[in-house]
């Protein structure tokens, strides 16, 4: 049986400053793009909170909305 590994939780919850961090962008421009949904995120108690997986989900599909993958 698979044991967990301590520390890392499944299902990571970002704050907005962690998130800019992440994907290499500025505080500002994630916390706009996220105001305007283009970010999936839910504000929690008056701040902006994203979930790791949920992002990368996100992150993903606009990628290959953007380059899609060329067949053979």
Request: glycine share 6%; no cysteine; net charge positive.
């Amino acid at each position: 049986m698979k044991r967990p590994v301590t520390g890392v939780r499944p299902t990571q919850i970002m704050t907005l400053h962690e998130v800019a961090n992440y994907l290499g962008l500025h505080v500002m421009t994630v916390y706009k793009l996220t105001r305007e949904g283009r970010v999936p995120a839910a504000k929690v108690g008056g701040q902006w909170r994203f979930k790791r997986d949920v992002l990368d989900e996100w992150l993903e599909t606009q990628m290959r909305k953007h380059h899609p993958v060329e067949k053979n």
